[in-house]
């Protein structure tokens, strides 16, 4: 059985950066598709970004595109998320996400992931 542990949130000023690690045990990573998302207060848990197991692409949210940049690290059995130029309203918790078989075209649909983690906070404010 696949688990998934997000360590990196915590506190960052407006235009900041964070890393958030993603490791994963039981299982290699290597297999899967790891996503990562995020669900402010209030609001319905997105897609953040997506890194594919088969190939290795990677896939983004329009509203992180040039700011956030996923990479994995098959070895260390660790997906990381760099997250530039933080905003406030990029505060929320980020959990990660890992699927073996992607149906959407997006990559960052929460159904298509079948393991989750606990999630890290993240707050962006002065």
């Known amino acids: 059985q696949l688990q998934l542990v997000e360590s990196g949130g915590g506190l960052v000023q407006p235009g900041g950066s964070l890393i958030l690690s993603c490791l994963a045990s039981?299982?290699?990573?290597?297999?899967?598709?790891i996503g990562w998302f995020r669900q402010a207060p209030g609001k319905e848990r997105e897609g953040v970004s997506c890194?594919?197991?088969?190939?290795?692409?990677?896939y983004y949210a329009d509203s992180v595109k040039g700011r956030f940049t996923i990479s994995r690290d098959n070895a260390k059995n660790t997906v990381y998320l760099q997250m530039n130029s933080l905003k406030p309203e990029n505060t929320a918790v980020y959990y990660c996400?890992?699927?073996?078989?992607?149906?959407?075209?997006?990559?960052?649909?929460?159904?298509?992931?079948?393991?989750w983690g606990q999630g890290t906070q993240v707050t962006v404010s002065s």
């Open positions: 996400a890992a699927s073996r078989y992607i149906y959407s075209s997006s990559h960052l649909t929460e159904y298509d992931y079948d393991y």
């Open positions: 890194v594919s197991g088969s190939d290795g692409r990677t």
């Open positions: 039981g299982s290699p990573l290597a297999l899967y598709s």
